[in-house]
């Protein structure tokens, strides 16, 4: 039985998954990865939302309101080194996203989107060389991280989404964390969705999901492209022997600030990093 945390993904076909919040039960958070080939694009609405624009793989034209920012991205992989491209785009306007004249190549794009009353930001391309990257934990919980839109980023009303990867037979999000009560400095409400990738991509990994009441307690085995739903609680992650992971985090609440709790079970562990 298919945990209803997990969307799962389409082997084939334009659109990989698609979480609205309705599908989800929530406010804030919209998820959607798309494939575009050769010659094909996408136009999207943003209508009251804003949209975080991750070009994953591949290298797309990018036009909104008659404005094209060409060429963007050029990933082989998520798994490269390399910061992705990004564009973002407030609420109001019109985007299409298409595959570069005579690309071979299949682009991945991830089209993230949350409320966008209360934003300032105009259209932008982010700038991926001023993306932060930084390695979080030691050991076998070492995972690298680029924050994309993160939450000092003044342009967005409530979207924040960053990546990371984790290595083969390590755990991520980890200690088990959550942000579900809206209460800073010390913790605020943020739904959140996992995208993700495996390589090789035949393999698989492995998300609990959980509360203090045990009231959701779901254990996920995701595989390439799939996306895991975080309406609240702790989430942590692992990826098994053999298989690199990444995930795309998409993150949104009623306030932009990302403050998290610790599982007390767990933060034991803290102490001896």
Same mark, same amino acid.
Request: hydrophobic share 35%.
């Given at each position: 039985?298919?945990?209803?945390?997990?969307?799962?993904?389409?082997?084939?076909?334009?659109?990989?998954?698609?979480?609205?919040?309705?599908?989800? /039960?929530?406010?804030?958070? =919209?998820?959607?990865? %798309?494939?575009? &080939? *050769?010659?094909?694009?996408?136009? !999207?609405?943003?209508?009251?939302?804003?949209?975080?624009?991750?070009?994953?793989?591949?290298?797309?034209?990018?036009?909104?309101?008659?404005?094209?920012?060409?060429?963007?991205?050029?990933?082989?992989?998520?798994?490269?080194?390399?910061?992705?491209?990004?564009?973002?785009?407030?609420?109001?306007?019109?985007?299409?996203?298409?595959?570069?004249?005579?690309?071979?190549?299949?682009?991945?794009?991830?089209?993230?989107?949350?409320? /966008?009353?209360?934003?300032? =930001?105009?259209?932008? %391309?982010?700038? &991926? *060389?001023?993306?932060?990257?930084? !390695?979080?934990?030691?050991?076998?919980?070492?995972?690298?991280?680029?924050?994309?839109?993160?939450?000092?980023?003044?342009?967005?009303?409530?979207?924040?989404?960053?990546?990371?990867?984790?290595?083969?037979?390590?755990?991520?999000?980890?200690?088990?964390?959550?942000?579900?009560?809206?209460?800073?400095?010390?913790?605020?409400?943020?739904?959140?969705?996992?995208?993700?990738?495996?390589?090789?991509?035949?393999?698989?990994?492995?998300?609990?999901?959980?509360?203090?009441?045990?009231?959701?307690?779901?254990?996920?085995?995701?595989?390439?492209?799939?996306?895991?739903?975080?309406?609240?609680?702790?989430?942590?992650?692992?990826?098994?022997?053999?298989?690199?992971?990444?995930?795309?985090?998409?993150?949104?609440?009623?306030?932009?600030?990302?403050?998290?709790?610790?599982?007390?079970?767990?933060?034991?562990?803290?102490?001896?990093?």
């Amino acid at each position: 039985m298919v945990s209803p945390l997990l969307a799962k993904s389409a082997a084939t076909g334009r659109e990989i998954v698609n979480v609205t919040p309705e599908r989800a /039960g929530w406010t804030h958070v =919209g998820f959607r990865a %798309v494939r575009l &080939s *050769a010659g094909e694009s996408e136009t !999207v609405d943003t209508g009251t939302r804003e949209l975080c624009l991750v070009v994953l793989t591949g290298s797309v034209d990018v036009t909104v309101d008659g404005k094209t920012y060409a060429n963007l991205g050029g990933r082989k992989t998520v798994f490269e080194e390399v910061s992705p491209a990004a564009v973002y785009v407030p609420a109001g306007k019109t985007v299409t996203v298409g595959n570069v004249p005579g690309a071979t190549d299949v682009a991945e794009v991830a089209l993230c989107t949350a409320p /966008g009353q209360g934003g300032s =930001g105009e259209v932008s %391309v982010i700038d &991926s *060389a001023a993306m932060r990257r930084s !390695v979080r934990g030691q050991g076998t919980n070492t995972r690298y991280v680029c924050d994309i839109l993160p939450h000092d980023d003044p342009r967005a009303a409530h979207l924040l989404v960053v990546e990371v990867m984790t290595p083969a037979s390590h755990s991520s999000s980890y200690p088990p964390h959550k942000h579900d009560v809206e209460q800073p400095p010390v913790e605020t409400l943020l739904e959140e969705t996992y995208y993700h990738r495996l390589n090789p991509p035949q393999g698989f990994a492995f998300q609990r999901v959980y509360t203090d009441d045990r009231s959701i307690d779901e254990a996920c085995a995701v595989e390439d492209h799939d996306v895991v739903m975080v309406p609240k609680g702790y989430h942590p992650v692992t990826a098994p022997h053999g298989y690199d992971l990444y995930y795309l985090n998409v993150m949104a609440g009623p306030n932009r600030f990302w403050v998290f709790k610790n599982d007390p079970a767990h933060e034991w562990m803290l102490a001896k990093a």
